[in-house]
């Protein structure tokens, strides 16, 4: 099985540093191009299924990428980003931080501090929901010799790859936030998983 974990192309609020989780915004021109280009560099990939997030940013991705091809798609909500609560839509640049919570930062600094807004989700309930997606995309494809788009966001995608790789919330982010349409290749043949993190194409 060959997995194709793809962060949605960019959206407004993206560009502005806004907190976007879990609201549901199209991607902006810059976004649909970059998925656009992604595609292209993807086009002789044998996809056999795509599997998108249900929110308009990764579902408008997913199609992009996957072009005039004829293959199923499906939606999940267990990839879907993760809710930030009561501080969707505010700021989070360091010129115009709106945020209450000062110490937000840690959710990229030191996810172990994280403290979760109100009525947010916490990593451990992100890493719960993505892993449960991630074992059963394995127990129903894993000995197929099938190869699979999964379209996502940034924090969604790290959780699925920390559930593969059985990472502790402290390590949780690794090298960082992938870019927007950034591919992540994960080659899974039994016990054995080669990754391949944070392509770009554009």
């Known amino acids: ?6 962060r949605h192309g960019e959206t407004d609020w993206n560009k502005q540093k806004c907190l976007q989780g879990q609201s549901d915004f199209l991607l902006n021109d810059y976004g649909r191009e970059l998925a656009r280009i992604t595609g292209e560099a993807l086009k002789d990939v044998p996809f056999d ?3 998108s997030s249900p929110l308009s940013r990764a579902l408008e991705t997913a199609k992009l990428v996957v072009g005039d091809r004829d293959i199923p798609m499906m ?9 930030f609560g009561d501080y969707e839509g ?3 640049h360091p010129d115009h931080f709106t945020v209450p919570d000062p110490e937000f930062m840690n959710f990229f600094q030191a996810p172990a501090a994280y ?3 109100p009525n947010g989700e916490s990593f451990e309930q992100i890493l719960a929901r993505t892993g449960a997606f991630w074992a059963e995309l394995v127990e129903t494809y894993g000995k197929k010799n099938g190869t699979i788009l999964v379209s996502t966001h940034g924090c969604a995608l790290k959780a699925i790859l920390a559930n593969i790789r059985r990472t502790p919330v402290e390590q949780f982010w690794g090298e960082g936030v992938h870019k927007n349409c950034a591919v992540s290749i994960v080659t899974a043949d039994g016990s054995k998983v080669e990754i391949e993190e944070g392509k770009i194409f554009y």
């Open 1 to 6: 099985m060959k997995v194709y974990l793809i």
């Open 49 to 51: 299924l795509a599997i």
């Open 75 to 83: 939606k999940d909500r267990r990839i879907q980003e993760i809710s």
């Open 90 to 92: 505010l700021s989070y």
């Open 115 to 117: 403290r979760v807004p």
